[in-house]
């Protein structure tokens, strides 16, 4: 099977997006990084020159995003892949949830992901190693507490990769949905409470970029989360709602929702 070499990767100035860009760069591939704070990845334009490209963009805003795509195309000589993982993750109880926050988190994860894919769609479809891939999570699986619309977001984007998959099978487009539980990320940095199985950034960006250029259509990772995750998936629904219950019970009683702590202390 071909192997895609020249890559598109959103949300590259930190976290998973920069340390899977280090990791297709030092595989080979020729990579364009797009994200807000472009100049964090000044480390990535010395060690890799002429393979990889800092585009300074945000996804939610849909010309320049349009211009930016066409910019990494160019610098790159064309296009095999794309991943679509520029995120946030607003921490929002019921209580603490604001729709400016909602709405940030819907546009970022889900419209600026979907925005990106099919930016990149006419141009992945000229390469013999097609991918189009985006960042979910494990939380869109089975939705706990303490973070609902963030859940939503990537349930959302997760039936939309669904969808796209069916849909461009016949033309042998592989459509990738990557699936992270924890990772030691500026993203997770600021949580409070326990992140089980919480694995290292490089760790995850080294089995992102084997299903990435191997051109598999899921990953989920770490196996014992996403084992967790998939039996809760399965639970029947009141079996499922009672535990989740107790869970976000035993979290109020410690003080508050771990993440809730989080946004009150940003308020
Ligand atoms: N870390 C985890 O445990 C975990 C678990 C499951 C899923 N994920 C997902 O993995 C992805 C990466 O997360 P992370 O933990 O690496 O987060 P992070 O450390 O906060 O990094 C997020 C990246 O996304 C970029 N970004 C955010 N909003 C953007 C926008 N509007 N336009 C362009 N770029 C934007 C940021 O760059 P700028 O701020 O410079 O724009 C940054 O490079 C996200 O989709 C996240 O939901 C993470």
Known sequence: MNRPERIL????SAGLGHALCRELLSRGCRVAGLSRRSDLCADLVSEFPGRFHAIAVDVTADAALQTAVALAVQQLGGLDGVVANAGIGIPATVDSMRMEDVRSIMATNVEGAIHTLLLALPHVRQSNAPVLAAVT?????????????????KAALSAFLDSLRAELAHEGITVLDIAPGFVRT???????????????????????????LARRSHLAFPGPMA???????????????????????????AGSLGVAKAASARQ
């Open 9 to 12: 990767v959103t949300g590259c």
């Open 186 to 212: 500026p993203m997770t940095a600021r949580n409070t409470f326990h992140m089980p199985f919480l694995m290292e950034s490089d760790v995850a960006a080294r089995l992102m970029a084997d299903a990435v």
């Open 227 to 253: 084992a967790v995750v998939w039996l809760a998936k399965r639970l029947p629904d009141w079996l499922f709602d009672l535990l989740a219950r107790r869970v976000a019970k035993k979290l109020r009683r």
């Open 137 to 153: 999570s494990l939380a869109g699986w089975r939705a706990g507490p303490g973070a609902a619309p963030y859940c939503a977001s």
